[in-house]
């Protein structure tokens, strides 16, 4: 890369260097003078074009060395991408996996468009997916034999539903990071208290406590180390914390136990709760979680983790594909890849079991079994073991039948 | 078998491959500029060089009147304010290709500060990746206008290659309306490149002009057909024998014949052909992948991501929506389930649980200090109970079992 990046600032620096448009603008003046000569003195002709020669000719031959530096230039240009891309060539396309899924694509596109707020993008996408998905359609009335298998369904697309609940997620995320305004999320997790608390999610809490910590701030944006608004938030703890009830009181009455400390918030117990410059950063993002989750969605752009995730696994993929070429073999299983890609821990959500006797992941048709001493192995190993009778653990002491094992669920 | 679970390094050189056209495109714009440069001024020269000796030898030998000389000067004059006029624009252009290049390089440079995958500056450079990449897919799809809105919504302009893929755009709408002219044209700006291409755009297309004037059965129209033949088709001759015979064969065919070849050749579907064929030819001259990159990332990504739990018929307990103790798998949200469900799954050698796994008398594992915190939190189970935050059901803790996953 630092090649390249010496190659490319070469060649800027040979461009703007360049003299070839000069030259052309001092053939023209040689041309012009000559014909302003000649045309006050027609006599002058034969001596001034004999003269005009040479120097047009040389004007040319600069012209071109220019030329030639500046190739040159984009030639070393390009053997240091040559270099840089040398053993990385892009996958091959024989086989694109995705080219018949299009409208899958596109819907998740079109739902990675609305989650990170670009309504106007989203719109725009979605019709022109509907206007080329209409020229399709009378092109396929005009030839009625035809099929129209690859024909978009509209029903793919994200509902009006989903585009709402979008939008409203985006206001209240914006109204939460740019104007400190925590009332429209406050609403809405008190329109979902149910759901909420079904998940065991502590949400709305959580922004009723930053709304008292904001209040007792005098709703600076940054933490004040001087006495605060108390009396506002004393009101607001009055008003609101009471509905929370007993589950929260510990909480509570921390939240409360802070305004004996005042004159004093920072050097207090409570100088964390007070002064936590993340908390805004917290609460956005579990209300993201929350209100994604509520909808089945997970958290983060499903898309962007998917293509981040692509891009990591591509160099060993591709050397996979290589090797697979070399040796002339196919996957040795389609469901599974055969090499291992480490990612980032955030990226595994899942609990993965590898049956430690077949060392196969544990599927639908072949789960994971505890038997009686809590050691784990797949079912279909455990036939195999136990042949349906009693057999001893291959991991401890403890013999149990096969009908003791229990189907686990991770 | 891989030593490694899960990795936070980041090789920021072999992190570019699918950045390989972010280089390349604008370097082969900048050469094909060059190139046209290069042949003005060989055009040029090669006419003032010899106009302007033949004007000396005439002036001198006095075979030429004054303001013949002057006319021959004024036609040199003219010529060169043309080239000027030509180098001027070139140049105008190639700044703004190198500009390009310029900020692509450092796009990509910056992946070098970068310490970690897991570091916040990657998520950013990852999201302007995913924002090019998206582009990438709507100008091949042919949404031009969500392409450009993004592109100037994220301020990555420099980074997409909206006028090619516009042009290319535009070009193939022609051809889907039945129209050759744009593509012929694109053809002749191109020809010397063309000449390496394997598929035989432009007798493709000159082929279905010869079609279309033997589809009216008009007998003029028919000797109009037999002349363009002879122009444009049989100069092929050595390469394209078989269609060229073909071609004839058609002058005494009509266009609603059952017999092949010749339903293909009359077919409307020719056009949708010359149409893929275009941008087959179009890509690989720019050195463009043939598929949207983001195909490559996803489906790549998809099977990284993807575990035999995804598509399964039982809620995992590690990865759902009903609680807040996991977070939902990208696979698993309905944006990619479907997409996901062909893929093969990623390949583990290991078992990954947390530490402290017990087993719920319904069969579901969780680690056991995060379901006593869950339960804490939920604050609606008795004390001494555990709830499972998948099924909602609740246990005595002296129920939780330890489990042992190796």
Same mark, same amino acid.
């Given at each position: 890369?630092?090649?390249?990046?010496?190659?490319?600032?070469?060649?800027?620096?040979?461009?703007?260097?360049?003299?070839?448009?000069?030259?052309?603008?001092?053939?023209?003046?040689?041309?012009?003078?000559?014909?302003?000569?000649?045309?006050?003195?027609?006599?002058?002709? /034969?001596? @001034?074009?004999?003269?005009?020669?040479?120097?047009? =000719? *040389?004007?040319?031959?600069?012209?071109?060395? %220019?030329?030639?530096?500046?190739?040159?230039?984009?030639?070393?240009?390009?053997?240091?991408?040559?270099?840089?891309?040398?053993?990385?060539?892009?996958?091959?396309?024989?086989?694109?996996?995705?080219?018949?899924?299009?409208?899958?694509?596109?819907?998740?596109?079109?739902m990675?468009?609305l989650r990170e707020g670009?309504?106007?993008? /989203?719109? @725009?996408?979605?019709?022109?997916?509907?206007?080329? =998905? *209409?020229?399709?359609?009378?092109?396929?009335? %005009?030839?009625?034999?035809?099929?129209?298998?690859?024909?978009?369904?509209?029903?793919?697309?994200?509902?009006?539903e989903i585009r709402k609940q979008f939008a409203s997620m985006y206001y209240i995320l914006h109204e939460l990071k740019e104007k400190r305004n925590l009332l429209p999320a406050i609403e809405w997790s008190r329109e979902h208290r149910e759901a909420l608390a079904a998940r065991g999610s502590n949400l709305e809490f959580e922004l009723c406590r930053l709304q008292y910590v904001w209040l007792y701030h005098n709703k600076s944006l940054e933490p004040t180390n001087s006495p605060g608004n108390w009396e506002a938030a004393i009101e607001y703890a009055r008003r609101e914390f009471s509905s929370f009830g007993p589950r929260y009181l510990a909480e509570i009455q921390k939240l409360s136990g802070a305004m004996a400390f005042i004159a004093n918030l920072r050097g207090s117990p409570y100088a964390a709760t007070f002064n936590n410059p993340t908390a805004w950063d917290e609460v956005s993002q579990s209300f993201t979680r929350e209100f994604c989750s509520l909808l089945g969605l997970s958290a983060d752009s499903p898309?962007y983790i998917?293509?981040?995730?692509?891009?990591?696994?591509?160099?060993?993929?591709?050397?996979?594909?290589?090797?697979?070429?070399?040796?002339?073999?196919?996957?040795?299983?389609?469901?599974?890849?055969?090499?291992?890609?480490?990612?980032p821990p955030s990226y595994l959500f899942h609990s993965?079991?590898?049956?430690?006797?077949?060392?196969?992941?544990?599927?639908?048709?072949?789960?994971?079994?505890?038997?009686?001493?809590?050691?784990?192995?797949?079912?279909?190993?455990?036939?195999?073991?136990?042949?349906?009778?009693?057999?001893?653990?291959?991991?401890?002491?403890?013999?149990?039948?096969?009908?003791?094992?229990?189907?686990i669920f991770l | 078998?891989?030593?490694?679970?899960?990795?936070?390094?980041?090789?920021?050189?072999?992190?570019?491959?699918?950045?390989?056209?972010?280089?390349?495109?604008?370097?082969?714009?900048?050469?094909?500029?060059?190139?046209?440069?290069?042949?003005?001024?060989?055009?040029?020269?090669?006419?003032?060089?010899?106009?302007?000796?033949?004007?000396?030898?005439?002036?001198?030998?006095?075979?030429?009147?004054?303001?013949?000389?002057?006319?021959?000067?004024?036609?040199?004059?003219?010529?060169?304010?043309?080239?000027?006029?030509?180098?001027?624009?070139?140049?105008?252009?190639?700044?703004?290709?190198?500009?390009?290049?310029?900020?692509?390089?450092?796009?990509?440079?910056?992946?070098?500060?970068?310490?970690?995958?897991a570091?916040v500056?990657?998520d950013?450079?990852?999201?302007?990746?995913?924002?090019?990449?998206?582009?990438?897919?709507?100008?091949?799809?042919?949404?031009?206008?969500?392409?450009?809105?993004?592109?100037?919504?994220?301020?990555?302009?420099?980074?997409?290659?909206?006028?090619?893929?516009?042009?290319?755009?535009?070009?193939?709408?022609?051809?889907?309306?039945?129209?050759?002219?744009?593509?012929?044209?694109?053809?002749?700006?191109?020809?010397?490149?063309?000449?390496?291409?394997?598929?035989?755009?432009?007798?493709?297309?000159?082929?279905?002009?010869?079609?279309?004037?033997?589809?009216?059965?008009?007998?003029?129209?028919?000797?109009?057909?037999?002349?363009?033949?002879?122009?444009?088709?049989?100069?092929?001759?050595?390469?394209?024998?078989?269609?060229?015979?073909?071609?004839?064969?058609?002058?005494?065919?009509?266009?609603?014949?059952?017999?092949?070849?010749?339903?293909?050749?009359?077919?409307?579907?020719?056009?949708?052909?010359?149409?893929?064929?275009?941008?087959?030819?179009?890509?690989?001259?720019?050195?463009?992948?043939?598929?949207?990159?983001?195909?490559?990332?996803?489906?790549?990504?998809?099977?990284?991501?993807?575990?035999?739990l995804?598509?399964?018929?039982y809620t995992s307990s590690s990865s759902n929506s009903a609680s807040t103790a996991t977070s939902v798998c990208p696979i698993c949200s309905t944006e990619?389930?479907?997409?996901?469900?062909?893929?093969?799954?990623?390949?583990?050698?290991?078992?990954y649980v947390e530490g402290d796994s017990i087993v719920l008398p319904n069969g579901r594992v969780y680690s056991k200090s995060r379901l006593l915190d869950i339960s804490r939190q939920v604050g609606s189970v008795e004390d001494g109970k555990v709830k499972d935050p998948t099924t909602g059901e609740a246990f005595l803790e002296s129920e939780m079992k330890k489990v042992?996953i190796?």
């Open positions: 890369m630092d090649l390249v990046q010496k190659e490319h600032d070469r060649l800027l620096k040979r461009l703007k260097a360049s003299h070839g448009l000069k030259n052309v603008e001092s053939t023209i003046d040689l041309l012009q003078s000559a014909r302003d000569t000649i045309a006050a003195d027609p006599n002058q002709a /034969a001596v @001034t074009l004999a003269k005009l020669q040479n120097p047009v =000719k *040389s004007s040319f031959d600069s012209i071109n060395d %220019s030329l030639k530096e500046t190739h040159g230039g984009l030639n070393k240009y390009t053997k240091s991408l040559d270099k840089l891309f040398k053993d990385r060539p892009l996958p091959s396309t024989e086989h694109d996996a995705l080219s018949n899924q299009e409208h899958l694509i596109n819907r998740a596109i079109a990675h468009l670009q309504f106007s993008v /989203a719109a @725009t996408f979605l019709s022109e997916i509907a206007d080329q =998905k *209409s020229t399709i359609q009378q092109e396929s009335i %005009s030839r009625p034999s035809e099929k129209p298998s690859s024909l978009l369904d509209i029903d793919e697309v994200p509902s009006t898309l998917a293509a981040t995730a692509g891009v990591i696994a591509l160099p060993t993929l591709l050397k996979l594909q290589t090797i697979m070429k070399a040796k002339r073999t196919e996957w040795t299983t389609e469901n599974e890849l055969p090499v291992e890609i480490p990612l993965i079991f590898v049956c430690p006797v077949s060392k196969e992941q544990a599927t639908d048709e072949n789960p994971p079994m505890m038997m009686p001493c809590g050691h784990v192995i797949a079912e279909e190993s455990l036939k195999r073991l136990s042949k349906g009778g009693r057999f001893k653990c291959p991991y401890c002491p403890n013999e149990s039948h096969f009908k003791d094992a229990r189907k | 078998m891989a030593a490694e679970l899960t990795s936070i390094k980041l090789n920021p050189e072999s992190h570019i491959i699918l950045d390989q056209p972010l280089l390349r495109l604008p370097n082969d714009l900048a050469r094909r500029n060059f190139k046209s440069v290069q042949r003005s001024v060989e055009r040029e020269k090669e006419y003032v060089i010899p106009a302007l000796k033949e004007a000396a030898n005439a002036s001198l030998s006095n075979t030429q009147t004054p303001d013949q000389t002057l006319a021959a000067l004024d036609a040199m004059l003219s010529r060169m304010q043309g080239l000027k006029r030509k180098m001027q624009s070139l140049q105008e252009e190639e700044r703004r290709i190198q500009n390009q290049s310029r900020k692509r390089i450092q796009h990509l440079e910056a992946l070098h500060k970068i310490p970690s995958l570091d500056k990657y950013q450079w990852s999201r302007v990746r995913l924002d090019r990449l998206l582009v990438d897919h709507m100008l091949r799809s042919g949404y031009s206008e969500s392409a450009k809105q993004l592109a100037q919504e994220r301020d990555i302009e420099e980074l997409v290659d909206l006028g090619v893929f516009t042009q290319c755009q535009r070009i193939v709408e022609c051809l889907r309306q039945g129209e050759t002219k744009e593509a012929l044209q694109w053809c002749g700006e191109n020809k010397a490149a063309l000449k390496k291409s394997q598929h035989n755009l432009e007798f493709e297309l000159r082929l279905q002009q010869y079609i279309e004037l033997v589809r009216s059965r008009d007998q003029t129209k028919k000797i109009e057909a037999i002349a363009h033949a002879k122009r444009y088709l049989v100069t092929n001759q050595e390469t394209q024998n078989k269609e060229i015979m073909r071609a004839a064969g058609m002058l005494v065919i009509t266009p609603d014949t059952r017999a092949e070849p010749y339903k293909t050749l009359f077919s409307t579907d020719r056009w949708k052909y010359l149409s893929d064929l275009f941008i087959k030819t179009h890509h690989e001259l720019l050195s463009l992948p043939s598929q949207p990159l983001l195909h490559i990332a996803l489906s790549a990504g998809l099977s990284a991501l993807k575990t035999p995804c598509h399964s018929a990619l389930n479907d997409l996901a469900r062909k893929m093969p799954y990623a390949h583990h050698s290991k078992s042992y190796l």
